[in-house]
């Protein structure tokens, strides 16, 4: 990486409050490099597409391979000890935790310590292109020998399986409604009965404990709240056991850095003792990861990853604190997650951006985990003349991308006719806005009403009968929403008025008033002649804006996670030439 880039990446990652005066929001110098590939470079022209456009989600596998791994020495064997705790995912059987990760493509893969390789895994799944929005290294819920794994889903399904070397059993449980909490934690034994427990945060900010049961058909007891206030926290992590003494431990980290040591206390009814702090400035890193003990002296260490995708281990030298970092590996802004992490990944965008050029041909652009996208971008077909369309997050339970597209009165989803009374001006798809874990559209009539379009979640999407949002809306000349821009892990909606004030409309969940009223966070947007939503492109799981100026600049807007005028951190320039395209989605 250049050192152009690194410096811009430590600009976004030491951020700054988006500055609201139309006056702060000049032109960047032209001359500056674009960090990716540049857009007008050439790529694979299509065969032109019969309308209504692509319905592909996957991403063709690129070269490169997967990130490298560089192993924890292991301590000497006079000094080994033998873990209080097991591993909860050793699953070649050597008594170390094994890494595993879901990668841009949707291809999951694990690092067997054993034989120190790669290779693809695969979840039991009968649909090849399914995707989670998470996988728990929950450990040996049955009490056998091996571990076991849980899938969770975007629409609330969290799946039990034996985890193999190469791939999962069939399920062995199945639990639905999960869509109610934003984070999901396996913490290991919490409450000292040697079955492996699990956390859940809602959307609130309260903490509930389920404890293990030591049975794999019903894994988890009725939850039981243990705690408030946990809506301060962007990342939580299950460490395992940190100190040796057999008790699954927690850290967690706020939006200013700060990581904070949370002992388990071998109780039911208080499971975490007091929280200590361990140090500051690990905002420094977009993904923290609980990788269990690393060296063999028989506490769990940590992993976290930086912004330009390099991945550090952390030793822990007891009771929460930990030693100075050291070179694990690189290429993991590649990893859409990595099992054990301390967030819950953002997605609902396989193609994180799609683009239009003046003859309407369509191309995908594939998000990386570093304010980067893979390149070339990949040839989608070619767009009917006089369509409108969007780019909608997750509307079937691929969870990829959905391409929406409006011809006439006909709505088409992914090429399936959908509609054929369709009358709209505007559509946009943010996420989940009812609550139950399936994405839905948002149209906008010539009236200026805007509607709410439940999605059921399918492969094939139909859209539920529509809900009516509110009026006045045509005083908006843009409106775009990936995923959560406020940091409560619900999807928002932004909105640009004709005087170029930016709004937050934050989701609430629910389906009969889906956004809160708004909040006015920026000032001087008419600068920019588009917009787009493309989801998280900075890896840390809150949604990003990109904004292109009339000459082609554009300009990274990083969501800090809060809500009102610090929503965003100040921009970044992200690339040239970017006015080649008429439509970017």
Known sequence: MTTLNRGRLRMLAAGGVLALAAGALAAAPSNAVPKHHAPGAAF?????????????????????????????????????????????????????????????????????????????YTISKTDPQASFTDLLPVGDVGGTTNPELLSLSFDGVLTLYEAGVKATSAPLWTGRGWQIYNRVVATGDLTGDHH???????????????????????????????????????????????????????????????????????SASAPLKARVKISSGWNAYNVITGSDDGDGDG?????????????????????????????????????????????????????????????????????????????????????????RN??????????HGSYVQNIGTDLYIRGVKVSSTWSCNLMVGPGDLTGDGKGDLLSRDSAGVLWLHPGDGAVDTKLGTRIKVGTGWNGYNALVGAGDFSGDGRPDLLARDTTGRLYLFKGTGTSTAPFA??????????????????????GDAKGDILARTANGDMY??????????????????????????????
């Open 299 to 387: 506490k769990s260490d940590l992993l976290a990853r930086d912004h330009e995708g390099v991945q550090y281990w952390f030793k822990s030298t007891g009771s929460g604190k930990l030693a100075a970092r050291s070179y694990f590996g690189d290429g993991y802004e590649k990893s859409k997650f990595l099992v054990g992490a301390g967030t819950t990944q953002l997605y609902g965008k396989g193609a994180n951006l799609m683009t239009q050029s003046s003859d309407n041909v369509l191309a995908k652009w594939y998000v990386l985990a570093n304010d980067d996208y893979l390149s070339p971008p990949i040839a989608a077909g070619k767009e009917a003349s006089g369509s």
């Open 517 to 538: 009223a708004r909040e006015q966070i920026a000032t001087g947007w008419g600068t920019y002649d588009g917009l787009v939503a493309p989801g998280d492109i900075t």
């Open 556 to 585: 990274l807007y990083a969501s800090t996670g809060n809500a009102g005028t610090a929503t965003f951190s100040a921009r970044v320039k992200f690339g040239t030439g970017w006015n080649i395209y008429k439509t970017m989605l």
């Open 390 to 399: 969007a780019f909608a997050t997750g509307l079937n339970s691929h969870n």
């Open 44 to 120: 694979a022209r299509p065969v032109t597409a019969s309308a209504p456009g692509p319905a592909s989600d996957a991403a063709p596998r690129r070269p490169g391979g997967h990130p490298t791994v560089v192993l924890p020495a292991q301590v000497a064997p006079s000094a080994r000890v033998t873990a209080a705790a097991k591993p909860r995912h050793d699953v070649d059987g050597d008594g170390r935790s094994d890494l595993m990760d879901m990668e841009y493509d949707q291809v999951t893969a694990v690092y067997l310590s054993k034989i120190h390789e790669w290779s693809e």
């Open 196 to 266: 492996p427990d699990l956390l859940a945060r809602d959307f609130a900010g309260d903490l509930w404990l389920y404890t293990g049961t030591g049975s794999t058909t019903r894994p988890f007891n009725s939850r039981v709240k243990v705690a408030s206030g946990w809506g301060i926290y962007d990342q939580i992590v299950g460490a395992s056991d940190v100190d040796g003494d057999g008790i699954g431990d927690v850290y967690t980290r706020t939006l200013t850095g700060d990581l904070w040591f949370h002992k388990g206390a071998a």
